[in-house]
Structure formats: structure tokens, C-alpha cells
């Protein structure tokens, strides 16, 4: 009876104490953090002092009321904020039980900042035309610039952890740092830490060497490197040493052949090597050296002139094929080693000594290519060096001395061009003295 009689007592004082306690003076004395971003979502412990918070509260950031409210004590609450506009905004707690107002404080919305996680490609090769880079980050909005070294790129917003930008050459001309930041005019200048990204050499590659024929009384030679990714601070480099070398472009450079290199030697090696940052040494390359003529011996008695005769028959099987009529002693040479059964074998020419035959065959995959026929050794040799995979390789030539091939390919944009292959040295170069580049040349013929 006393335990009912004393909790009817307790209702009855808390119900006198509420409204006095609610309506009594109560202020913000302390907000925890003081500002936040103007997108929201920060957690704001707000601290009160006076009468306390009694019955359920509503909290206001200016105008917008905050979306989660969490009692921590009588004098403490825990809110989070709404989006709002940079600048103060003025917290007050409403009492929604008995429409009374705390007085209130002051929060500052601050802007979001962005922010960069990764940049890809975290390294830029130096020469570049120009490069899209990526950048991955968080608050990214659709008015956020890319500033590399205080110039702004132009810059596609993706989503908001994600822009695109599109460096231009001039950034690229030369190794180097760029300093990477993402930057915001419209909110309040909010500009992310800054990132750094390098810019650094190619690692050099070599796709073929041009050595011009060596004079002895001449001591040093002049040769073409030809590849890519060429710097010009790049060396070519002979037996290890390093030669007077000139940048000529990022396909081609020009180097120094002292002839002395060459005695004694039937090999000599071939690098670039490129300083960095970055750049280091390409694929290595090997020049043949060819040793110098034999003496030579009694001329043989002359052959009648235009002894040997190589043509194009298709009297086997309907298909094209080469022969050779020996006209000194009249004997018809079949050359079955040169010859494909299931292949036409056309447009043959033939060195001054009847020894070496260049033709085009379409045994691969009926794709024409050149091949060339020892008939002294009975070999055929495919020419890997000159043909191309896909493209229309013919119409060959041969200098006199069965050393140079000269032939017709369409490989560069589907146009004939002029193509020369040296056979000794096995090297391949355009004629690009001959060749125009908006006209068809070829079905040409070459001399000694």
C-alpha cells in the first residue's frame, strides 16, 4: 500500500517539475565538431546548459532539421547534419512537447573537399603526343577541374569518385615531376592534397639497322638504328662502347661506325641505351661482318651473252611455274627445288651469273611473297626478313651480283611502295627516295 501510495506521489511532483523545467532558460554551450561539409552527414555532439533537455527534441542546422537525433544525456545530444550552404547556420533544439526553444549556437559549413586515392597511369612516357589519364578519388563533382602544375586540363566528370583529363603534349615534352591536384571553383575553391606523377623515358626498342657498303680508306661509317620510343639524350652503343650518335627522330637514329671495330670480328653487337628516369637498353642486335673478297682468280672464258633464260610456264598441271634454258648447252633446268606443286611460281629475274633466281609464289596461304633460288646449293631460301605476314609482297628484281633484291609491297596503308633487302646483311629499308607517298610505285628493276 505505501510502495503505490509513494510512485502516485512521484507522478504527481514529476508531472508539477516538467513544464517548469521545460520552460526554464537553456542554452547551446558547446558544439563538437563546430563545422562540417556542406554535403552533410557529420556526426555534431551538441553540449547544453540550464534546465536541460526534457521530452522529445527536434534539432535544426538553419532552416533543415537533422534527419538522426540521439539522446546521450540530459545535456547532451548527438545529431547529424543535413546538406546545407557554405557559411554559418544557426543550431537550435525545439522542445516539441512544449514548443520551447534552446538558445541556440553556430555551425559552419565548410566545402567538400575532394580527394585523390589513384592516378592512372601512375607513369607518363616522356614524348608523348599527349595521354588520358584517370583519376580515382571521393567528392568529386561535375564542375571539379584537374590542375597539373597550375594548368588546368580539360576534365570529364565521370561519377563522383571518378574524372577523366586529358594531359596535352607540351606537359610531356621531357622527364620530369607534375604535381596533380583536383580543384572546385563553385565549392568555395575546396582543392584536394596535391599528387605527384613522373613523367619518364621510353625504354628504347630496335626493329632494324641500315648499314651503308664500308670504304677502307674511310675510318668511320655512318649507319641508321631504326625502332621506337627514341629519346634524344639516347646512345647507340658498338661492342659495348658508346658512338657519336644524332637524335633523328623516335623511330630513327644515326650512328658512328669506326671501320676498326670490324677487324677481326665476323659479329658485332648493337644496343641503344637511353638515361632516365625511366629509358634503360633496348633489345640487343648483332651486324654481320662480311670478310673482304678473295683474290681473284683467272677469268673463265666469257659466256655467249644472255646464256641463261628464266621464264614462267604453266605446262605442269595448269598451274604457273619458273624454268631456266642454259642456252650455251641448251639443257631446260625444271628447278624442281624452287618450284610448288600446289602453288603458282611467276615473274621470276635472275642474277648476271645465272646462279641466284628471285621470284613471288602464293604457297602461303595464297598470300604473295618472295622467295629467292640458289640453284649452285639447291636451296630455296623464304625470305623471312623481307616479307610481310599479311601483306601483297612481288614483282622482285635482282641486282646483277644476286646480292639486292628490290620488289613491290603494299604494307604501308594498302599502297605499293618500293622495298630494297639487302641479302648478305639481312636488312630491309623502303626506297624512300623513290617512293611518293600519295602514288602507286612499284614493278621495278634494279642495277649493280
Known amino acids: 500500500m505505501t510502495s503505490r501510495l509513494q510512485i502516485a506521489d512521484c507522478v504527481f511532483l514529476l508531472a508539477l517539475l516538467l513544464p517548469a523545467l521545460a520552460h526554464a532558460e537553456t542554452r547551446v554551450v558547446r558544439l563538437i565538431p563546430e ?19 526534457v521530452g522529445p527534441v527536434e534539432v535544426y542546422f538553419g532552416d533543415r532539421v537533422a534527419a538522426k537525433v540521439r539522446r546521450l544525456s540530459l545535456t547532451a545530444l548527438e545529431a547529424v547534419t543535413p546538406p546545407g550552404s557554405l557559411g554559418p547556420a544557426t543550431v537550435r533544439i525545439l522542445n516539441a512537447l512544449w514548443e520551447t526553444e534552446v538558445r541556440p549556437a553556430v555551425f559552419t559549413y565548410v566545402p567538400t573537399v575532394p580527394q585523390i586515392t589513384r592516378v592512372d597511369p601512375g607513369g607518363l612516357r616522356a614524348g608523348a603526343d599527349g595521354s588520358e589519364i584517370r583519376i580515382d578519388g571521393s567528392d568529386f563533382t561535375p564542375t571539379a577541374v584537374v590542375v ?86 639516347s646512345q647507340i652503343e658498338l661492342a659495348g662502347q658508346a658512338t657519336p650518335t644524332r637524335y633523328r627522330s623516335a623511330e630513327e637514329l ?114 604473295l611473297d618472295i622467295f629467292l633460288f640458289d640453284r649452285e646449293a639447291r636451296t630455296l631460301d623464304p625470305l623471312p626478313e623481307a616479307n610481310h605476314p599479311t601483306a601483297f609482297d612481288g614483282f622482285p628484281s635482282i641486282s646483277a651480283d644476286g646480292r639486292v633484291i628490290v620488289f613491290e609491297s603494299d604494307r604501308l596503308n594498302g599502297k605499293p611502295k618500293i622495298f630494297v633487302f639487302d641479302r648478305e646483311q639481312r636488312t630491309l629499308s623502303e626506297l624512300g627516295g623513290a617512293n611518293e607517298a600519295t602514288a602507286e610505285d612499284g614493278l621495278a628493276a634494279i642495277s649493280n
Open 35 to 53: 563545422a562540417g561539409s556542406t554535403k552533410g552527414g557529420t556526426v555534431v555532439r551538441i553540449y547544453v546548459a540550464g534546465a536541460g533537455l
Open 148 to 233: 597539373v602544375n597550375d594548368t588546368a586540363l580539360p576534365t570529364v566528370f565521370v561519377a563522383p569518385d571518378r574524372l577523366q583529363a586529358q594531359l596535352p603534349a607540351a606537359l610531356l615534352a621531357s622527364p620530369r615531376s607534375l604535381t596533380l591536384r583536383v580543384t572546385d571553383t563553385v565549392e568555395g575553391e575546396a582543392t584536394s592534397d596535391p599528387v605527384t606523377v613522373a613523367v619518364v623515358n621510353p625504354s628504347p626498342r630496335i626493329t632494324g639497322v641500315d648499314v651503308p657498303p664500308l670504304d677502307a680508306r674511310q675510318p668511320v661509317a655512318a649507319l641508321i638504328v631504326r625502332g621506337a620510343d627514341f629519346r634524344p639524350d
Open 254 to 367: 644515326e650512328g658512328a661506325l669506326p671501320v676498326a671495330l670490324l677487324n677481326g670480328t665476323d659479329r658485332l653487337s648493337l644496343r641503344v641505351v637511353t638515361p632516365g628516369p625511366g629509358g634503360g637498353i633496348s633489345n640487343p642486335w648483332t651486324l654481320a661482318v662480311v670478310a673482304p673478297p678473295a683474290p681473284p682468280t683467272p677469268p673463265a672464258p666469257p659466256p655467249i651473252p644472255g646464256r641463261f633464260v628464266v621464264f614462267t610456264s604453266n605446262r605442269s598441271g595448269a598451274r604457273n611455274h619458273i624454268y631456266l634454258l642454259d642456252r650455251q648447252t641448251k639443257r631446260l633446268d625444271t628447278l624442281e627445288e624452287a618450284n610448288n606443286p600446289l602453288a603458282n611460281d611467276a615473274y621470276p629475274a635472275i642474277s648476271a651469273d645465272g646462279r641466284f633466281i628471285v621470284f613471288q609464289s602464293d604457297r602461303h596461304r595464297s598470300q
